[in-house]
């Protein structure tokens, strides 16, 4: 090889070699860069990998509480059509809904045949004439709220939650355990009750622990992650860690109060009716009609379930003697074969 060509053979071998120490330091570069953004974003779940998971704070996490269970969970921001749009307008959580672990009761004869009426009252009351999706969604937020650490860790105790002036649910403070309910829709509830608590998990809702009409726009929706809307009801759950299936670690402590010793203490009708006739028209049984403000449950019992309680009228009238022959009784007058019997706490 002459030295004219070995020359320029060397040039190129330097010319190759530089380019690709150019190319490397700029892929450096960009690996150094990228790691940097990715440092600065908020963590992916790998359960949820689509979905930025933003940690719950102890700030933030006493802010959905209040929102959510205090006495500001009754703040609408719209009603009937107006609350429709808004709804409609939320969107959806994106990424997948993680559905949740099937739950097998455990526990005693008697912790058994209380959860199955508390979950039983629960679907029926809350979802009676929903579709069959919808009632099995209510049974599926009753057990999430059991095993999530913002929840009571019984079922009953879920589902008579109160903290003295708003009840979780609607139908234990507005008087709905005083009227008998229509056999066949206590037993198709009870059929749903009855497989929730033998592990049927309803997917569609995943790890949801909130629901609400959706005639109905509370201020805390936004705060939640809506998930699925079945029937009249929309539902959601915690936003970032709290609504991964991590923290549904929850354990069952069975149901160690008699359910008829946490109703709240039953409401003078005849003084609502008095200021309200109109509502001794709605006497008898389901669908329940539910107050304005009826969030899934969430009442003010100082004054929102005045408007949606059917009352007697003074005198003979049958709602009179529906409420005369069933107040003295532990619960709803269903066939004795339909619904087990409440006994004593222990």
């Not at 150019?22 to 960009?30: C, H, K, P, R, Y």
């Not at 719209?78 to 409609?88: D, K, S, Y």
């Not at 739950?103 to 199955?116: C, N, P, T, V, Y």
């Not at 160690?256 to 005849?270: C, G, K, T, W």
Request: with cysteine.
């Amino acid at each position: 090889m002459s030295a004219l060509a070995l020359r320029a053979h060397r040039f190129y071998l330097r010319f190759v070699g530089l380019r690709i120490e150019a190319l490397a330091f700029v892929a450096i570069g960009l690996v150094v860069v990228g790691a940097t953004v990715v440092s600065l974003l908020p963590g992916r779940d790998a359960a949820n990998a689509s979905t930025v998971t933003l940690p719950i704070t102890q700030a933030k996490a006493a802010q959905l509480l209040d929102a959510t269970t205090g006495d500001s969970a009754i703040e609408m921001r719209a009603v009937g059509e107006q609350a429709r749009m808004i709804n409609a307008a939320l969107p959806f959580a994106s990424g997948p809904v993680n559905a949740a672990h099937p739950f097998a009761i455990a526990g005693s004869d008697l912790d058994q045949r209380r959860a199955l009426l508390c979950l039983t009252q629960a679907v029926y009351y809350e979802a009676g004439y929903e579709p069959v999706d919808g009632r099995r969604a209510v049974a599926q937020v009753v057990l999430n709220r059991m095993r999530h650490p913002a929840f009571p860790k019984s079922v009953c105790g879920v589902v008579y939650q109160n903290n003295g002036r708003i009840c979780q649910f609607t139908f234990v403070c507005d008087g709905s355990l005083s009227r008998a309910p229509a056999i066949g829709a206590w037993r198709q509830a009870e059929q749903i009750a009855r497989a929730a608590l033998a592990g049927y998990v309803e997917m569609r809702v995943g790890e949801a622990t909130h629901y609400h009409a959706d005639y109905v726009a509370p201020r805390w929706a936004p705060m939640l992650s809506k998930v699925a809307a079945i029937g009249q009801h929309i539902f959601y759950r915690w936003p970032g860690a709290w609504g991964l299936p991590a923290a549904f670690s929850g354990r069952y402590i069975g149901e160690p109060r008699d359910p008829l010793s946490m109703r709240p203490a039953a409401p003078n009708l005849a003084a609502i009716v008095a200021a309200n006739p109109a509502l001794a028209q709605a006497a008898a049984g389901p669908p329940v009609p539910r107050a304005e403000n009826d969030i899934g449950g969430l009442l003010d019992t100082s004054k929102g379930w005045t408007l949606s309680i059917p009352g007697p009228e003074d005198g003979d009238s049958a709602a009179a003697r529906l409420v005369a022959t069933q107040e003295h009784k532990a619960e709803p007058k269903v066939a004795a074969a339909d619904v087990p019997a409440v006994i004593a706490s222990r």
